[in-house]
């Protein structure tokens, strides 16, 4: 049966930090619903890469690929590199994503995280985190 | 009266992105309590600089200052560079700040976002609404 895929793509670091942040996420999302494939990748010094990834989204049996970029906010990664791995026309966030198989399913393109008032209280609590533990 | 400084550090961006979401959540967090005095600065590319607002918060009549850094994961920045900025000791989260009339007073280092599930529900909404906006 046809499933959305869901490509999580982060930064990626020489440090491990970065890695273990989008596996873990991966691994939650997974967890919090059965509604899309998930996989993981990143734009460097981490791996797998984004093409790799990709390729191996083309042979599930997917209607749908949705793309979201584990970022704080748009730069240069977000807004022109993953788009361009993705084919997609200049600020579109709609484009057409090519099984093995030849079937041409839709891509759509996710906002990364972005202003939300989520951030602003988990800045506090690591801000009051930090002063009980380290005063 | 005292208060409690908190410097919220942003990586900053040739793109307007990074500095309107770093201004934004400072701006939510200030409404969000009255036990901080709240500033941000960034890393690179964008202004104020973090020596600038340090010297900046040097004048205010503080008894604690927290530097909160609103990266994704720990890397470069936030384990060596905003460090050697505050002078903390190599792995340590604690240090002394000098207010411009002498006294010192101590600097608390806490923890970029790192992995947390409100993340993950996160990436699955801006998932969900890319397939509603876009498809």
Redesign the interface.
């Known amino acids: 049966m046809n499933k959305?895929g869901?490509l999580?793509i982060g930064?990626g670091?020489r440090?491990q930090?970065?890695k273990?942040?989008i596996v873990?996420?991966a691994e939650?999302?997974d967890?919090?619903?059965d509604k899309?494939l998930i996989k993981y990748c990143f734009m460097e010094n981490s791996v797998p890469t984004v093409p790799e990834v990709l390729d191996a989204m083309r042979e599930e049996d997917l209607e749908?690929l949705?793309v979201?970029p584990?970022?704080?906010?748009?730069?240069?990664h977000v807004?022109r590199d993953i788009p361009s791995l993705l084919g997609l026309e200049s600020g579109s966030?709609?484009g057409v994503f090519k099984l093995a198989d030849g079937r041409e399913i839709?891509v759509?393109?996710?906002?990364?995280?972005?202003?939300?008032?989520?951030?602003?209280?988990?800045?506090?609590k690591?801000?009051d985190?930090?002063?009980a533990?380290?005063?």
């Open positions: 959305k869901l999580l930064h670091s440090l930090y970065n273990e942040l873990s996420t939650m999302m967890g919090l619903t899309y749908l949705a979201v584990l970022f704080l906010a748009k730069g240069i807004l966030c709609r839709p759509v393109y996710a906002e990364p995280i972005g202003i939300d008032p989520l951030l602003a209280e988990l800045m506090l690591n801000a985190r930090a002063i533990t380290h005063l």
